[in-house]
């Protein structure tokens, strides 16, 4: 990097320095369920509660006045070796009721069986009607400054370090629903300012399905399982939601990056994510500038292919969420930095043509680079999911000096839409209260009561003007740190209208599906021919294969071939814009922090060699899970997979250190992977099904000692693109983590000719 380039020494230096702020207490295996081991017998000795993980904190300590209150984390948690009543009353027992004799009729008297009871019955709040599903972290930003001469928020001035919580979700699922489906993810930032909370409420999608927020409802309700069946949960693939896209063509754009590689992706670790929005960013001086906000993964983006997503809802419907806890927990801290696009604050707005107010459209990055202004790490997972992931309260109207909105008319109705919608879901208005969404700046507002009001407010004038408070609080004008709205010019007659520039609803789709490789293409047509395939409506896919008519003909042809329809002709002539190479997800090296590598082995193994392997990865901070034919220890190595509960989907590459026999348990009775064939000197079937499948999703396969067999096996060949045979598995190791840098083997995905 040059030292000349202001942005780029600022990367180096906070690279460095987060490289070499280790985590002493990382976890080798993450996953276990608590701090200490669970003994055989049932503890009776009255003990304090556990700490919690070390990977695991809570909400820092504040007031819900936003005042730092000193406290330690454990006064919020429960404390004490007793049970007690809510009221902090000794109870003597939990699981009988006071009954009038032991068969006799329960007593009404039972207080402790009332509250319990009272209490339980409560214990659901309403999902978020949207990204309902979804996962979270604490961790922190820090600011490089070189944003500091386009704005004067406070956390992007060089050198600030801000804590942050992030929530990852799905849009269209339930709370308990599959986290791999095919969908949009959350990427909701709360960055917790000395200037209070400012909140980037993104997605991995750095363009929406419609360009006013007055069509949110609609576009939501095609996309929700149908009314009167509820079903299908947690996905795209239905009849609504293809009626209302072909219909609403603006969602083209947003719905071909839903059916790319970006709606299934392999980790939120490896995830994009965007403010979708224009934002208004005003320094010191009141210079403004227009911005585009880009969150950008250190490990790359990358995706799962579409089986595995599958599969995997099936095997682990966790996936992203395991992902995420365990990265941190093992230590392999995510990193993403945050960058900017920027463009000139013109009285119209647009940028080299594009309409900066137009959701549905990108600037592509060869026109307006971004430019990296921090970097954010998780490395803390939460301490309880409720309280913090569910409870969180993010709004696009969290904003700071500094940072201001534009007229984009989805941001409009998002400014208003999440306050709302927190009122129902977290009862009342005082959520702004809950620990996870105190502010860490001072908290003066002058709004009272309402439902689980938590602070003690003083004084008896919470009105302005007042005498009898001494006139406090006073109002911040720019100059003590006040929030002070850009004051734009705004002019207009009053219509329902959308401007001629948002007319264009194809030249965007096609410039992202020119810009994918020849394998992204293939991904999506079948992902198009996936979802038509899966709608009932002849008339819903007819006219969705218009759309792609304007898009692109080989697109409109394949899918239409795939659905067994004739491919209809485009009725606008195909935008000639430039491909945007950094759209696509292929062609490029990344880190390997936290992947997943399987190692099939078993007792007629060389378990020196395996043991050094196994050691190997953990070195290169990846996580190995020892798969052999049943639990307990394998040499001196500790088991977490078996033949009967692995499943290829879980590892991003596998080795074999030999060719283990079929397992005691492996027929179709008891594992139906096993199936129901066992040949002479065959090789344990889960295992030849795990290296089929890995092969199948274009993983890297590495072996040494008798693996060949195992191979043979499943078919594959040994000089196949991405198989490594070799007699020392610390080479093999070394070598598929030169193709798992690559993400996958691309080469295992020949386009169609
Ligand atoms: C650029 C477009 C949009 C993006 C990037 C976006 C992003 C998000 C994200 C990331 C969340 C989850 C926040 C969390 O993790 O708690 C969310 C929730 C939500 N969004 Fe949006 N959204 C967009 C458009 C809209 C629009 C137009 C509306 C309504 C008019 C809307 C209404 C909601 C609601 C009601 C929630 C649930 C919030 C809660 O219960 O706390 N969103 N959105």
Known sequence: MSESNPIKSAVEKVVDTVAHHGHPEKAEIPGVPNSEPPSLEEPVEPREPLAPKPDQTGPDTFSPTGQPTGASQDAMAQGGAFLTSAQGVRLPDTDHSLKAGPRGPVLLQDFHLREKIMH???ERIPERVVHARGSAAHGVFRSYGTAANITKAAFLAEGVETPVFVRFSTVLGSRGSADTV???RGFATKFYTTEGVYDLVGNNIPVFFIQD????????????????????????????????????????HHTMWNMSDRGIPRSFRMMEGFGVHTFRLVNAEGATTLVK?????????????WEEAQLINGVDPDYHRRDLADAIEAGAYPQWELGVQTFPDTPDQMFEGIDLLDPTKIVPEELAPVQPIGLM????????????????????GHLVPGIDVTDDPLLAARLFSYLDTQLTRLGGPNFPQIPINRPHAPVNDMLRDGFHQDAVHRGVAPYRPNSLDGGCPFQAGAAEGGYVEVPVEVAGRK???????????????????????????????????????????QAVKERQLRVLANIDPVLCREVAQGLGLPAPEPTEPPAELAPSPALSQVGREWPTDGRIIGIVADESCDLGVVGAVRTAVLAAGMVPLIIAPKGGMLGTMPVQRTFLTARSVEFDALLLAGAP???????????????????????DPRVVLMVMEVYRHAKAIGGWGTAARV???????????????????????????????????????????
């Open 661 to 683: 026999a079929p397992g005691k348990d492996a027929f179709g009775a008891r594992d139906a992977k096993a199936g129901n064939l066992l040949p002479d000197g065959a090789v």
């Open 495 to 537: 219509v329902r209208e959308a401007p001629a520039s948002y007319a264009d609803h194809f030249s965007q789709p096609r410039l992202f599906w020119r810009s994918m490789s020849p394998v992204e293409k293939e991904h999506i047509i079948d992902a198009y021919t996936f979802e038509l395939g899966k709608c009932y409506e």
């Open 377 to 396: 790490e998780l490395n803390r997972n939460p301490s309880n999911f409720f309280a913090e992931t569910e409870q969180v309260a993010f709004h696009a």
């Open 213 to 252: 927020g007055i069509k949110f409802p609609d576009v939501i309700h095609a996309g929700k399982p149908h009314p009167d069946r509820e079903i299908p949960q947690a996905q795209s693939a239905h009849d609504t939601f293809w009626d209302f896209v072909s219909l609403h063509t603006e969602a083209t």
């Open 711 to 753: 191979l043979t096996a499943a078919g594959v060949s040994e000089q196949a693109p991405g198989v490594i045979v070799g007699e020392d598995g610390e080479q093999v190791l070394r070598e598929t983590i030169g193709l798992l840098a690559a993400h996958r083997v691309w080469e295992r995905f020949p386009p169609a000719a």
């Open 293 to 305: 906000f880009h969150w950008k993964p250190k490990l790359g983006v990358h995706s799962l292919t």
């Open 182 to 184: 095919r969908d949009t």
């Open 120 to 122: 339980f019955d409560h």
